[in-house]
Every structure is written in structure tokens, then in C-alpha cells.
């Protein structure tokens, strides 16, 4: 059987959402606890402890910067990271205290502010305006902090010299049919985490490597909904911890 590769335009598109993956795109001058003002929608994620692998994800929107933010639809029961959260970098600061930090193989999924960049997916898919790439059985997400390639979704029959030990083979993982990349660790530091989605909840499990897992008609839904013009963030936090959002979003 031929081996099926990306097309010349499903390789740029790849290489868009990684790059947007590993791009912090918050305005610089805004305080570090605020959330960008061009953000028009706002996916959250809140926990019960920083221990706790299990929360509940609601969306929320809002017309101008000025206005105040207002639910959408219902909320969401969602799976997180066996060993619950822990601090990572995204659009904001990690905060200096002594709450856990992210770490490649922890097990905790990340806590912060993050962009949303893309959508990945296996057959056929519409309604989604997001940046949109389809999942090949040659894409690889790659989680080798000593890789020049970590943290970034790669396609390896384009790479002449793999430099990976470990890596996620995205076609063969049920759950990533359908999933929502999220800009967590975006300067690809050393062991901060990697390659992070919202994807599918399919089957009992005490709880995710450290992605953030939702059923799949709730993850299709969010997934249309999910507009690039309105600069869609993640956030996500134990209740405790959750101080920095505006008093709308807080529960």
C-alpha cells in the first residue's frame, strides 16, 4: 500500500497551527493577569483542587472588550491529567507561589492562559472555521524534550533526520479524531509540556496524560463554535486558584 503523505497545502496549514502553537500572541503590554482584549470567546476549564482529575468546562463570549462576558450553552463534565494541574507558560506568566508546575510526564495538564490554534481531525469534517488540518498516518506530536522538534506536530516523511525517541503517531490514537491544539509551553522550553488538545472522552479511564478530554458531541460543538476572529482562549484552574479571572467568569 502507498504511504499517504500530506498534500503541499496540508503541510503549510500544519505548519501554521504549530507556529501559532508555539507563538504567545497576547499583547505584550497588557498586565500579565489580564486577559487579551481582543479575545472574543473564552473555553473554561475549572477544577476542584490542583489534584483533582476531573472539572467541568464551560464557554463563554462577549462582544467588545468593554462588555461583560456571558455564558454559552451548558456545562460540560471533562477529564483532565491523572494527577490533576499544574502551572504551565501560555499567554500569561506562571505565578510564583508554590501551587505544582507542569513537567513533561507528570500526568497534570496545564494550568494558565492559552490560546486555541487549530483543529486536527480523521474523515470528514465541517462547519469548523479554525485553522483545519487532517490527520495523516505520518503525523507525529512530538514529546522528546531533547528533540529540536518537541512540543511541535510534525509530519516525520518530510523530516530527513528524525532526532526523536518519543512521539505520539496521532492516527493511531481513537481519541484524536477530533481534536482542539492548545498553545500551552509556547517557547518550547525543556520539559515544560507538550503538545496539548481538548480531544475526545471515549472510554473509563482515571484520567489523561495531561490534555483535557471532553465527550464528542460536546467537543464537535465546540469545535464549530470556536471562531479565529474572535481570538478563543483556554483558561484553566482550580477553583482556588481562578482569583485573576473577572468576577463573570468565576464559579
Not at 462576558?69 to 506568566?93: E, T
Request: aromatic letters at 6%; one cysteine or more.
Amino acid at each position: 500500500m502507498r504511504r499517504k503523505t500530506f498534500t503541499p497545502r496540508a503541510v503549510r496549514l500544519l505548519k501554521k497551527i504549530s507556529l501559532l502553537a508555539l507563538s504567545s500572541l497576547a499583547c505584550a503590554a497588557e498586565p500579565p493577569d489580564a486577559i487579551p482584549s481582543g479575545c472574543g470567546q473564552i473555553v473554561l476549564m475549572t477544577a476542584s483542587d490542583w489534584n483533582s482529575s476531573t472539572g467541568t468546562l464551560r464557554r463563554f463570549s462577549r462582544s467588545s472588550a468593554r462588555e461583560p462576558w456571558v455564558a454559552v450553552g451548558g456545562a460540560v463534565p471533562v477529564l483532565i491529567g491523572k494527577h490533576g494541574l499544574g502551572w504551565a507558560a501560555g499567554l500569561r506568566p506562571i505565578p510564583d507561589d508554590r501551587s505544582p508546575r507542569k513537567r513533561e510526564g507528570d500526568r497534570r495538564s496545564p494550568a494558565g492562559v492559552f490560546q486555541l490554534t487549530g483543529v486536527f481531525h480523521s474523515g470528514k469534517l465541517d462547519g469548523i472555521r479554525m485553522p483545519l488540518c487532517p490527520i495523516t498516518p505520518t503525523m507525529e506530536a512530538i514529546d522528546d524534550p531533547n528533540s529540536r522538534y518537541y512540543n511541535r506536530i510534525v509530519d516525520r516523511s518530510v523530516i530527513a533526520h528524525p532526532d526523536w525517541r518519543s512521539s505520539e503517531r496521532m492516527a493511531k490514537i481513537r481519541d484524536y479524531a477530533l481534536c482542539i491544539a492548545v498553545g500551552s509551553n509556547p517557547s518550547c522550553q525543556q520539559g515544560g509540556g507538550s503538545c496539548v488538545f481538548l480531544h475526545a472522552w471515549s472510554r473509563r479511564r482515571p484520567g489523561t496524560a495531561g490534555c483535557t478530554a471532553l465527550p464528542y458531541p460536546d467537543l464537535l460543538t465546540l469545535a464549530r463554535w470556536l471562531d479565529p476572529a474572535q481570538n478563543p482562549i483556554l483558561i484553566q484552574a482550580p477553583r482556588e486558584a481562578a482569583a485573576f479571572l473577572p468576577p463573570s467568569l468565576r464559579f
